[in-house]
C-alpha cells in the first residue's frame, strides 16, 4: 500500500501522488517482471525511465568487469536478474515488504526536487532447472531515492532519476561476479556456473531486516 499522498514543501498533492505511482512501477519493473528476472531484456525498467537515464541504463547492460573504484561496469544491478537458464522460480509468490518516504530536497545543481526514498525486502524461492532438491531463497533489499523534477529529454515536466544509496545487497548470491546478474549460490553449486572470486566479509546481518548499515562489497549475512 502507498503513501497517503499530501503536499509536500512547494509540491501539491497530486505531483506527490503520482511520485509514488511511479516509485511502485519502477519497483515492479525492475523486481517483479518475470522477463527481467529470467535473464531477459529489462523493457519493463527502462521504459519507465528519462531519456537520460534510459540511454545510461541500456548501453551498460552487458558490460563485464569493474572501474577503478571497484564497481561493476554492468548497469543490470539496477534490476533483479538471474542468469539465463540458472534458475526458475518456485511458485508465484514473491514476498514483498518495505517502506518509501517523501520530502522536498535541493539538488546539487541546486534545483529544488521532490526526493522519494525506498527500502524494501524482495524474497525470491528459487531451483536450478530440472534440480528442485537444490531450492534455495534470495533476499534482495532496494535502496533507491528517487528525485522528481524538471530534467532534460524527460517525457513529462515531472520524472524521476534514480540514485541507489549503498545499503541495499543481495543475499544468497556469489560474491565476485561482475556482469550483473545475481548468480545463485545453490547449496550443491551446478559445475556449469560461475564460480566466486571473493567471499562474504563483516558482521553477518539479517537479510530479511531493513535499513542496516553495508559493508562496500559482499556482506556477510545470516542465511536465507
Request: proline content about 8%; some cysteine.
Amino acid at each position: 500500500m502507498l503513501p497517503a499522498a499530501k503536499p509536500i514543501g512547494g509540491f501539491s498533492r497530486d505531483q506527490v501522488k503520482f511520485a509514488y505511482q511511479r516509485t511502485r512501477k519502477l519497483l515492479i519493473a525492475a523486481n517483479l517482471n518475470s522477463t527481467t528476472l529470467l535473464g531477459g531484456a529489462p523493457t519493463a525498467f527502462a521504459s519507465l525511465l528519462t531519456a537520460g537515464d534510459r540511454t545510461w541504463f541500456l548501453n551498460g547492460l552487458n558490460k563485464k568487469g569493474v572501474d577503478k573504484q571497484g564497481d561493476a561496469l554492468s548497469t543490470r544491478g539496477m534490476v533483479m536478474s538471474f542468469p539465463p537458464g540458472k534458475a526458475q522460480l518456485i511458485g508465484d509468490v514473491i514476498k514483498v515488504h518495505g517502506v518509501m518516504h517523501a520530502h522536498a530536497a535541493v539538488d546539487k545543481a541546486g534545483y529544488n526536487v521532490l526526493d522519494v526514498d525506498v527500502d524494501y525486502i524482495f524474497v525470491y524461492a528459487i531451483e536450478p532447472p530440472h534440480n528442485p532438491a537444490s531450492w534455495m531463497r534470495i533476499v534482495n533489499e532496494v535502496d533507491w531515492t528517487l528525485s522528481f523534477g524538471n530534467w532534460a529529454g524527460a517525457a513529462t515536466t515531472f520524472e524521476p532519476s534514480i540514485s541507489t544509496n549503498g545499503i541495499g545487497g543481495v543475499a544468497g548470491a556469489l560474491c565476485g561476479t561482475t556482469d550483473g546478474y545475481q548468480h545463485p549460490d545453490y547449496p550443491d553449486n551446478p559445475s556449469s556456473e560461475a564460480q566466486p572470486t571473493d567471499s562474504p566479509s563483516g558482521t553477518p546481518v539479517d537479510p530479511y531486516v531493513i535499513g542496516q548499515p553495508r559493508l562496500a562489497g559482499c556482506q556477510a549475512t545470516t542465511g536465507t
